[in-house]
C-alpha cells in the first residue's frame, strides 16, 4: 500500500493527470486512442501502475526503447514488452523511474 501510495504521487506529478482506475486494479494516468495492427482500436492510459500477488507491475505501453542503460541503473527488475517488473520501490532507484517515465512515455506515444 506504501508503494502504491508513493507511485500514486510520482506518477500524479511526472504526468499531470489525475489517476483514474482502468479496470478492477490498475491505476492510469492520461488517455490516448491506439489502432492495432489486426484494426482493433481502443482507448489506454501512457502511465500507470498495479499491485500484483508477484510484484509491482508499471505498465510503460511506450515500451523501453533506447532505455537500456536506465533500465541497468534502476535497480532489480524484469520486463516485459510494456511492463516494469519490480519488488517494491526499496529495490530501485526512484529518481532513475522518474527519468524513464518521463522519457518513454510522452515522446514515444
Not at 491505476?27 to 500477488?53: A, D, Q, T
Not at 510503460?60 to 537500456?68: L, R, T, V
Amino acid at each position: 500500500k506504501k508503494d502504491c501510495n508513493s507511485l500514486l504521487a510520482i506518477f500524479t506529478k511526472i504526468s499531470g493527470q489525475e489517476a483514474k482506475l482502468w479496470g478492477k486494479d490498475i491505476v492510469g494516468f492520461g488517455s490516448y486512442h491506439y489502432k492495432g495492427k489486426s484494426g482493433r482500436e481502443g482507448e489506454w492510459f501512457p502511465l500507470g501502475f498495479s499491485s500484483r500477488k508477484a510484484n509491482l507491475t508499471i505498465y510503460m505501453p511506450a515500451g523501453f526503447k533506447d532505455s537500456q542503460d536506465l533500465l541497468d541503473k534502476i535497480g532489480k527488475n524484469k520486463t516485459s514488452a510494456g511492463c516494469l517488473y519490480i519488488k517494491s520501490l526499496e529495490v530501485i532507484d526512484i529518481k532513475v523511474l522518474e527519468i524513464l517515465n518521463e522519457l518513454e512515455h510522452y515522446i514515444s506515444l
